[in-house]
C-alpha cells in the first residue's frame, strides 16, 4: 500500500520513485541522494552486495568511506542478528518481488535506530533480474499544522490506551468523527502511516521496552495484543529485523 503524507513528503517519495525510473548513471543517483540526510539509499548487485550507497547510510553504519561498505552483504556490515533478516529480505526482491512502504526499525551498528518506511526493488535487464535498488526515509513527525490533526490525535489516544485490545477502524473513524475512507486518507497525510501501521508501531515500541525486562516472551507478545506467540514473533521479526528472543540478547 502506497503512503503519503503532507503534501511534500508526497512529493519527495514521488521523485525519489521517480530517480529509480530514470536512466541516470549509478553514480549520479548516489551523488543526488547524498543530499537526502533522512534517506538511506543503495544498489546491491545479483549477489546482495552493495555497489553503491549513499553517504547517510555510510554515517549509520559507523563507517568512514563509502568503499568500506562496497562489495560486502548486509550481513557483513550490520549487526549480525539484523544482517540476516536483512540477507531474507533481500533474496526475495531478487527473487522479482518489490517491497513498498514496508514499516522497519533500523539499528545501526553505530547503535542509531529509528523508524523508517522502506522501498526495495528489482533492477532488471530485460527479463533477467541483476540486482535490487532500495530506499528507506525517515519517518518525520506528525504534521501538527494540519487542520484535522486534533481529531486524530483523539484516535491515537484511544490507540495508545487500548494497544493491547483488539481495535476496529470503524471505531478509531467514530471518535475521529470522519469516515473509514476519511481516517485512512487523513492518517496517511499527518503520521504517514496507516492506522494499522500505526499500531503496529505502538504494539512493537512496547514490546521492545519490556523486553529489556524478565517477562516472558509469550507474556509480552499476549500483552502487546497480538493473538499468539507465533503472531508475535512474525510481527517483531518483520518489524524489527530479529526475533524477540534475539532482541533481548542483543539489548543486554
Request: proline share 4%; hydrophobic share 40%.
Amino acid at each position: 500500500m502506497a503512503v503519503h503524507s503532507q503534501k511534500r513528503v508526497t512529493q519527495r517519495s514521488t521523485n525519489a520513485d521517480a530517480l529509480v525510473e530514470t536512466p541516470l548513471p549509478p553514480s549520479e543517483l548516489q551523488a543526488i541522494f547524498d543530499a537526502l540526510p533522512d534517506v538511506v539509499f543503495f544498489i546491491k548487485d545479483r549477489e546482495g552486495r552493495y555497489t553503491h550507497v549513499n553517504l547517510t547510510l555510510v554515517r549509520r553504519l559507523g563507517a568512514r568511506h563509502r568503499e568500506d561498505l562496497v562489495g560486502k552483504t548486509a550481513d557483513q556490515v550490520f549487526p549480525s542478528r539484523l544482517g540476516g533478516s536483512y540477507m531474507v529480505q533481500d533474496r526475495r526482491v531478487l527473487a522479482g518481488e518489490t517491497i513498498e512502504n514496508q514499516l522497519e526499525l533500523h539499528l545501526y551498528a553505530n547503535r542509531t535506530a529509528g523508524w523508517c518506511l522502506t522501498f526495495k526493488r528489482p533492477l532488471r535487464d530485460g527479463e533477467r533480474v541483476t540486482g535490487l535498488v532500495g530506499i528507506s526515509r525517515d519517518l518525520d513527525a506528525p504534521d501538527r499544522q494540519h487542520s484535522s490533526f486534533a481529531r486524530l490525535q483523539r484516535a491515537v489516544d484511544h490507540m495508545q490506551a487500548n494497544y493491547n485490545t483488539p481495535l476496529r477502524v470503524q471505531t478509531l473513524a467514530d471518535i475521529a468523527e470522519v469516515s473509514v475512507a476519511q481516517l485512512e486518507r487523513l492518517f496517511k497525510r499527518v503520521f504517514q502511516l496507516t492506522p494499522q501501521q500505526l499500531l503496529t508501531k505502538l504494539r512493537i515500541e512496547e514490546a521492545m521496552r519490556l523486553l529489556h525486562t524478565d517477562t516472558r516472551i509469550a507474556e509480552i507478545g499476549q500483552a502487546c495484543g497480538f493473538s499468539d506467540q507465533s503472531a508475535f514473533a512474525r510481527q517483531f521479526k518483520a518489524t524489527v529485523g530479529m526475533a524477540p528472543r534475539d532482541y533481548r540478547a542483543l539489548v543486554r
